[in-house]
T-cell receptor
Framework: AQTVTQSQPEMSVQEAETVTLSCTYDTSENNYYLFWYKQPPSRQMILVIRQEAYKQQNATENRFSVNFQKAAKSFSLKISDSQLGDTAMYFCAFMNPSGSYQLTFGKGTKLSVIP | KAGVTQTPRYLIKTRGQQVTLSCSPISGHRSVSWYQQTPGQGLQFLFEYFSETQRNKGNFPGRFSGRQFSNSRSEMNVSTLELGDSALYLC??????????????FGQGTRLTVV
């Protein structure tokens, strides 16, 4: 079974600064996907970024980028130029797509952006 | 395109009752997954349906069941409700068409309170 660990329950960052959220996972699979989801107070889970394990290049989406270290089983999320709207819970998630689309989530990191 | 729609948004039930939650996936999506979110346990996978067949099931008692219709809409049912079933229930839809289509899109959830 896969496990996902987010070791930072809460973090804060000043507006316009950069913050990095950590995530480690454990799996014996070689082909898988990793995701970061954002859940603001509205409760809507929103996909932030996706990484395919077979791709060595780190994924980037505007101000969001990941540092994917496959050998270390590490998948951190960097948010640049933090904005007030980035305040939310952030969940790291793992998927092995061979059987089903089941996502295994970490416990989440509550990020607060301070004006 | 329309997103994932969950109904109802809020529900209050009494212990011992049963409840049915509904999820309409994004048009064309064939996979629907259900998750339970609580402060203590975080996000836990309930089950996944693909083309009307349950492909995977999480570690929940038999009181939790689901089904998927030919139009991909899904329902989950919880019988003999317990106080511990109070949670946010999230539905996610995905489309298994190609390697590029692994994102799960979430609905806004149904907040169930058992009293």
């Amino acid at each position: 079974a896969q496990t996902v660990t987010q070791s930072q329950p809460e973090m804060s960052v000043q507006e316009a600064e950069t913050v990095t959220l950590s995530c480690t996972y454990d799996t014996s699979e070689n082909n898988y996907y990793l995701f970061w989801y954002k859940q603001p107070p509205s409760r809507q889970m929103i996909l932030v970024i996706r990484q395919e394990a077979y791709k060595q290049q780190n994924a980037t989406e505007n101000r969001f980028s990941v540092n994917f270290q496959k050998a270390a089983k590490s998948f951190s999320l960097k948010i640049s130029d933090s904005q007030l709207g980035d305040t939310a819970m952030y969940f790291c998630a793992f998927m092995n797509p061979s059987g089903s689309y089941q996502l295994t989530f970490g416990k989440g990191t509550k990020l607060s952006v301070i004006p | 395109k329309a997103g994932v729609t969950q109904t109802p948004r809020y529900l209050i039930k009494t212990r011992g009752q049963q409840v049915t939650l509904s999820c309409s996936p994004i048009s064309g999506h064939r996979s629907v997954s259900w998750y339970q979110q609580t402060p203590g346990q975080g996000l836990q996978f309930l089950f996944e349906y693909f083309s009307e067949t349950q492909r995977n099931k999480g570690n929940f008692p038999g009181r939790f069941s689901g089904r998927q219709f030919s139009n991909s809409r899904s329902e989950m049912n919880v019988s003999t409700l317990e106080l511990g079933d109070s949670a946010l229930y999230l539905c996610a839809s995905s489309w298994k068409g190609s390697r590029q289509n692994t994102e799960a899109f979430f609905g806004q959830g149904t907040r169930l309170t058992v009293v």
